[in-house]
DNA sequence: CGTAGGCTTGAAAAGCGTCAATAGGAGTGG
DNA sequence: CCACTCCTATTGACGCTTTTCAAGCCTACG
């Protein structure tokens, strides 16, 4: 039987921190799903909506986000391919964030009820739904202590590290260690609670200190990447990665 | 076959967002287990190490928390009869946390291995199991949203209303709009990303408006509850409750 | 070649942190 | 039963990080 890869991202990313049998693996590849093209700045979910679908990243830079009721944003996660955006907003009842496009995202479109019968079918791919779960909600953990006690130079440098290990992941970073950063420094502001102001200002320094260069206003590249991780406070173990992960030194 | 009431308030947990079958809570009842009992101040899991246990808290307040660099801590949750509170640290293979006791609190350690099997056993729980996983996400967000764009004074007072709303659920607000909060203020300020001083004054502040009052300085007692959340931008629809959950007003 | 969105920079204000000193309350030992 | 100690709460004064407001600048794109 011929089969779609399109799903592939998804089959990785659960298969990445459990093994999955050639049978799980055929399951979640099999599973019934639309291809979409979201443009730029549209919103996959919106809060308080009721979500039927699980978005899958393909392609593409999204993040979840809540207004407060200053009408200030805050970006609580960012998600990129292999990611699966709402498996919260499916799973409850009622959207408690939205989803955006930072940039022109392709996503697979998945029913609810899908994931929801391939995990009580298949134990093990329930399990690594519910791991994929974990993750996040280790990372959301560490969103709040960078937000919280961390100075603005540190939290910006600690995003900076974070994005470069999650890119590099996924062979997003270039080997003259530099990635494409598609974020405004506005949004860089609602992600890391600042104010865009603030931020120019902080990756400036980051900046004429040489930790980080930007070749073009929407790419980091990091010169060593030792420092920018003493900087940034950064220690990868809260992305629960594999030991053997290629460093970025 | 009789059986120990023990794990009852998981099965509550559990049972909450989702229908479970007699033979999946008399299965959650009959999962091994040992009562323990941890000293205020002392720790159930310190960040990095291996964790082989899932906790279940059974009275008591804990917290979870991480140190960042300077040492400063970052509380990033907190936790109450009924939750479990390391699932993360039991299924990921390194802690990403430390979880202490606020009190001294009676929990059930219950292997991890038991969890994984009676997930896979009966996907029903293994659904439950990972709905309860989300749910932690979306406090977890909302805490973000709260330290990254919220006040001082909205900040402490989200904080409150939360406190009040899940103690509500669990029977633990008096009649007279007060409950017990065994935080100290030092407490307070690691779990909202301020000091301990500027949480004196913020709490003194929200007092002398007479938003809320003291009995004595570990309760807190509301008087009218829709002021309190106006001030403190709270909205419950984060936390995932039943609609029909009685309100606090 | 003009416009719009994002970047950059300056000046001033504000909120929150730091330092420091005092007070209160619970537990302990004499 | 009192003195002592430790921990927490409280308050003042001061300073610094970050925000706010405002203005220009650059660059991509129509």
């Known amino acids: 039987m011929t089969q779609s890869l399109t799903l592939e991202p998804m089959a990785r990313t659960l298969a990445y921190r459990l093994n999955l049998s050639a049978e799980d693996r055929a399951a979640i590849l099999r599973l019934p799903h639309a291809v979409k093209t979201i443009e730029r700045g549209h919103y996959m979910v919106r809060e308080r909506a009721r979500a039927t679908h699980t978005c899958l990243m393909l392609s593409g830079l999204s993040v979840r986000s809540k207004v407060v009721g200053t009408g200030h944003r805050q970006i609580v996660a960012v998600h990129m391919k292999g990611d699966m955006v709402d498996l919260q907003n499916s799973l409850l009842q009622v959207a408690d964030h939205s989803v955006e496009a930072l940039t022109t995202s392709k996503v697979a479109m998945i029913p609810r009820d899908e994931i929801i019968r391939l995990a009580e079918e298949r134990p093990q791919v329930g399990r690594a739904l519910w791991l994929d779960t974990l993750v996040e909600g280790s990372i959301s953990r560490e969103w709040v202590a960078n937000i919280g006690r961390r100075d603005a130079r540190t939290r910006i440098a600690h995003l900076l590290c974070e994005f470069a290990v999650r890119l590099r992941v996924r062979g997003l970073v270039l080997d003259d260690r530099q990635y494409e950063l598609p974020m405004t420094q506005e949004q860089i502001a609602d992600a890391t609670g600042m104010t865009a102001v603030h931020v120019n200002r902080t990756i400036r320094a980051l900046e004429?200190?040489?930790?980080?260069?930007?070749?073009?206003?929407?790419?980091?590249?990091?010169?060593?990447?030792?420092?920018?991780?003493?900087?940034?406070?950064?220690?990868?173990?809260?992305?629960?990665?594999?030991?053997?992960?290629?460093?970025?030194?």
């Open 208 to 249: 004429s200190e040489e930790l980080i260069h930007r070749p073009h206003p929407r790419a980091i590249q990091y010169r060593d990447w030792r420092a920018l991780a003493e900087v940034g406070d950064f220690d990868s173990n809260y992305l629960h990665l594999h030991e053997s992960e290629p460093s970025l030194h």
